[in-house]
């Protein structure tokens, strides 16, 4: 089972100070991560519920980014599973990357 969701990556914050937000692919206990290349201060940031809070001023903006995001990764997971194609988290990062 492979499971998709976005982050606030708070463990190495930008020089700005602001926090980059990357998408998380979780696939046989492997995690790896996708930059989005948008990144939020982290009092604009639900780390609860992975999303911006409503005080944040791009949430619809940031909120559409994310969701086209994460869709194209399942659909990308989509297609390789109706292919019958074996797949890692490590792979499946490598041909969303070239998409995005």
């Avoid at 100070?17 to 046989?28: A, F, H, Q, S, T």
């Avoid at 995690?31 to 780390?47: C, M, P, Q």
């Avoid at 109706?82 to 990357?97: F, I, M, N, P, Q």
């Amino acid at each position: 089972m492979t499971t998709v969701d976005v982050i606030c990556y708070k463990y190495k914050p930008l020089k700005n100070g602001e926090l980059p937000l990357k998408i998380k692919v979780c696939k046989d206990r492997k995690t790896r991560y996708i930059n989005l290349g948008v990144s939020t201060k982290a009092e604009h940031w639900d780390f609860e519920k992975n999303q911006p809070k409503s005080t944040c001023p791009n949430r619809e903006l940031l909120e559409k980014l994310i969701a086209n995001k994460i869709s194209e990764v399942k659909n990308k997971i989509v297609e390789l599973k109706s292919e019958d194609k074996e797949y890692s988290a490590t792979t499946l990062v490598e041909k969303v990357s070239n998409l995005i």
